[in-house]
């Protein structure tokens, strides 16, 4: 039962880094730095949490815009990080 629940406690702690990993932010290795070592102090965590659900500027350019070009250097670089 306890290792059950350090488990999910485990997998909450660490949701700033999973989703800044699946949304390929540009600083997602910041995040998870931030997240590994200040995340235990909810303060941090916080923090990590709000920047890796931040929009970058140019996904924030892009949805005000809809600009051809820059969605699709934009998605050109998010493939090639990602994938």
Do not use: C
């Not at 039962?1 to 350090?6: A, K, P, V």
């Amino acid at each position: 039962m306890i290792e059950l629940l350090l488990s999910i406690l485990l997998l909450l702690y660490f949701v700033p880094a999973a989703i800044a990993h699946k949304r390929a932010h540009q600083k997602a290795t910041s995040i998870v730095v931030l997240n590994l070592l200040l995340g235990w102090t909810l303060i941090g965590w916080v923090v990590a949490l709000a920047w890796a659900l931040a929009a970058s500027p140019v996904e924030f350019y892009v949805a005000r815009n809809r600009d051809p070009l820059v969605v699709d250097d934009y998605l050109k670089k998010r493939v090639r990080r990602v994938g």
